[in-house]
Each structure stands twice: as C-alpha cells, then as structure tokens.
C-alpha cells in the first residue's frame, strides 16, 4: 500500500464494533449453510454504512473476504464476486446518511440483485458450463435464480441483525 492510501486510512475508537461486527459476519461465511446463503452482501452494505471512511469500509471487507477464502479456497472468478461487494461498499458509502430500518429492506434487494448480476456473469465468462453466446448468459442467469433468492434472503436477515446490533450497542455506550 502506498503511504498515501496509509494515510487515509484512519479509525477511531469507535470503528472497533463495527469491525468486530464485519469480522463475525465474515467469519460465518465458514459455518455450514445452504447454497449463497451467506452475509456478504449484508457486509458489503454495512461496511459502506458503519464506517466513516471509505477506506476503512473497503479494507475491512477485502481483508475479511480474502481470509474467509483462505479457508474456503480461492476461485477462478473472485473478481466477480470481490468487484460487486465493493461496488455496494462504495455506494452504500455515499449514501450512509441515508440508510435507516425503513430504507434497508431495499438496500437489500437492490444490492442483492446487483451482487447477482455481476457474480453471475462471471460464472458464464469464466467457465464452460455455458455456451459463450447470449443465449449461453441467459441460460446462465435462469440456473442461478435459486441462489438469488438465499442471497436476498440471508442479505436482507444479516443487514437488520447488523443495524440492530449496532444501534443496540450505540444505545448502551450512550447510557454508561
């Protein structure tokens, strides 16, 4: 990393729940679930949301990504996966002010459908389970509709269980 990048990346004490928080969700990527029935799109939301620096929320998700596939085992198409977290890091990013109970659910969705498209895509350019044409992509997409529904699912159940947890313990630092 370069020192400039270093020099952007400052946290505060107030940084640490938020990164334990991350790290637990990152970490259960590890514990038997059902097919894209994980929270890394929660995470990717969530580290754009929790986090006041856009550096920090991309730090945490790629160190917490590539040490959860440490375990799991690399892939051939991880950029397709790492580019769309961090297209939803960025964008819930700006838009952190904005996120709240009411708006999150299509957060959720949308980052959802987004992981979807671009993970998928990758699925089609880097393996032969396809036919390379568009018939081949679509092909693609209709085989992976049950996986989108898990990961809208477990998206939308581990971005509320992040917001609760941490207004929950915003709520009892204010009170001590």
């Known amino acids: 990393m370069s020192i400039k990048i270093l020099s952007k990346l400052s946290f505060n004490k107030k940084d640490f729940f938020p990164i334990i928080l991350i790290l637990l969700l990152i970490f259960s990527r590890l514990l038997p679930h059902p097919p894209n029935f994980t929270p890394i799109v929660a995470v990717a939301i969530m580290s754009g949301y929790l986090f006041k620096n856009l550096y920090l929320s991309i730090l945490v998700l790629f160190f917490s990504m590539i040490v959860g596939d440490m375990f799991i085992g690399f892939y051939s198409n991880m950029f397709y996966v790492y580019f769309p977290l961090f297209v939803i890091t960025y964008f819930c990013f700006f838009k952190n002010n904005n996120i709240n109970a ?75």
């Open 102 to 176: 009411k708006n999150l659910f299509i957060y959720g969705i949308v980052s959802s459908v987004v992981f979807f498209i671009i993970s998928n895509l990758g699925v089609w350019v880097s393996s032969d389970m396809y036919e390379k044409n568009i018939s081949g992509l679509i092909n693609c997409y209709i085989m992976a509709i049950p996986f989108l529904k898990n990961t809208i699912i477990s998206t939308i159940l581990f971005s509320y269980l992040s917001f609760l947890s941490l207004s929950t313990y915003t709520k009892k630092v204010k009170a001590s």
